[in-house]
């Protein structure tokens, strides 16, 4: 039986038309916020820099003081503390998100100095190969196997780091410790099985104390340095928001886009550092380091393809 030609449209509209507007308002925000959270990230080492004269150890411990005080109000604006106090109450949990926390403010103190010493260019390098670790840490901690095509693009970054250290004179500790602690970071991270926000307070309060000790040592030693500069106080008081709020917009993002397209955003922060080293900071790009750099995206555009073409045979599945 159908309908008549004039009643179709009122019929249709509200069952079909409706949940794909919402369906695509979702996608669309789900990009916008993807791309705020990843170039966020990216410039992060512009405030660095801007701050360097108060030492790496001390940036790092006021971002810790001054993100868990943001978190706290936005857990006690959304109701969140429950989750945080059902995590204090499991020893198990405590301990991952413990060890997580170590390995967070580590690659936060390994960033932070890298930017200071001038070495922006190699830490890119470390985002880039992120996820070639991942792999990596998922065929030996998870005993995970890879397809041929997620061989080649290992293989290729293998050559990559290795040109990297022939360019650098060395081996390159600060791209593979990023790489490696926030590797593992997200492994024990997965464990304590907490949102965003939750978790990222979790982990900060649990470093607040060492982190509020070093300060305030430090200002009764050296007397208040950087903070007596309201300029250099505010901007350190940013590192807090700097730190958060990119982190949200990010699980605002996975909750409405597929990993996959997710995956593709996350070269973006470690391009804009690429860009901010070679032309603000003035650090030199010689030939095997470019080599290097060009090997990386050949490989990630292969690890991209593979995930693109395993999720299309999914989807037909």
Sequence with gaps: MSLPESAAPEAIAPADVAPARHVSNDGRNGVLAALAAYTLWGFLPLL???IEGAGSVM???ERIVWSLLLLAGILAFSGGFAEVRALFADRRRVLMTLLSAVLLAGNWLLYVWAVESGQVLEASFGYFINPL???VMGMV???ERQNRLQTVSIVIAVIAIAIQAIGLGNIPFIALGLALSFGFYGYFRKTAQLGPASGLFAETAMLVPV???YVIYNIMTWGPGIHA???SFTLMVLTGPATTIPLLLFA???RRLRLTTIGMFQYIAPSIQFLLAITLFG?????LRLLSFGLIWISLLVFSYDSFRRRGRAAMA
């Design 252 to 254: 605002f993002a996975v």
């Design 211 to 213: 982190a509020l000790i």
């Design 59 to 61: 940036i790092v411990a």
């Design 283 to 287: 650090e030199h790009l010689n030939g």
């Design 141 to 143: 901690l998870l005993g």
């Design 133 to 135: 670790v991942n792999i």
């Design 48 to 50: 660095f820099r801007a």
């Design 229 to 231: 500069d309201p300029f």
